[in-house]
T-cell receptor, first 112, second 114 residues
Framework: DQQVKQNSPSLSVQEGRISILNCDYTNSMFDYFLWYKKYPAEGPTFLISISSIKDKNEDGRFTVFLNKSAKHLSLHIVPSQPGDSAVYFCATNQGGSEKLVFGKGTKLTVNP | DTEVTQTPKHLVMGMTNKKSLKCEQHMGHRAMYWYKQKAKKPPELMFVYSYEKLSINESVPSRFSPECPNSSLLNLHLHALQPEDSALYLC?????????????FGPGTRLTVT
């Protein structure tokens, strides 16, 4: 049973517009969430994280929002750039340990 | 230096071969990880080393044998693998063990078992 769900396998947006990537989780005990970006033939690259004591964390063009009551988080990228085209994984540290549990990923394509 | 390096980039091996994957980081990180990633799937944790001691083994078959010779190096020894073990093997490291430390990934070794 998937504990971290990314229900959209792909997303396509125009350059300069906002990209919104969504992630749902099942366990209310999860309290730390991360987003990773992965280009083909490379390992995942850490983007941004958020703790459950916050509902928003911002880093440049990237903002993560956490809605604990809905068990939902989202990653906003604005403005989107063609170089942002990659697969984005949502992840959480299961049980407060160093074990990362990943969603299946969403492939973002930003069109020039 | 914020890089995790992995060698080789690609490896083809027969089911009777013995080979090793290597991972190295010089960021002073004290936790290191092996993940396995199949096509169109998320990475799945295999092993965690914390302060050079094995802290998590996700019920990985014994044909995969991890080794942490020192705090900068992590090896994965492979023996008698099956074709279904073909995958991208990712190494990662983090400053310390525990949930609050982001993991940095290497580029991976693409393994094909024939």
């Amino acid at each position: 049973d998937q504990q971290v769900k990314q229900n959209s396998p792909s997303l396509s947006v125009q350059e300069g517009r906002i990209s919104i990537l969504n992630c749902d989780y099942t366990n209310s005990m999860f309290d730390y969430f991360l987003w990773y970006k992965k280009y083909p033939a490379e390992g995942p690259t850490f983007l941004i994280s958020i703790s459950s004591i916050k509902d928003k964390n911002e880093d440049g063009r990237f903002t993560v929002f956490l809605n604990k009551s809905a068990k939902h988080l989202s990653l906003h990228i604005v403005p989107s750039q063609p170089g942002d085209s990659a697969v984005y994984f949502c992840a959480t540290n299961q049980g407060g340990s160093e074990k990362l549990v990943f969603g299946k990923g969403t492939k973002l394509t930003v069109n020039p | 230096d914020t890089e995790v390096t992995q060698t080789p980039k690609h490896l083809v091996m027969g089911m009777t071969n013995k080979k090793s994957l290597k991972c190295e980081q010089h960021m002073g990180h004290r936790a290191m990880y092996w993940y396995k990633q199949k096509a169109k799937k998320p990475p799945e944790l295999m092993f965690v080393y914390s302060y050079e001691k094995l802290s998590i083994n996700e019920s990985v078959p014994s044909r995969f044998s991890p080794e942490c010779p020192n705090s900068s190096l992590l090896n994965l020894h492979l023996h008698a693998l099956q074709p279904e073990d073909s995958a991208l093997y990712l190494c990662a490291s983090s400053q310390d063990h525990g949930r609050a430390y982001e993991q940095y990934f290497g580029p991976g070794t693409r393994l094909t078992v024939t």
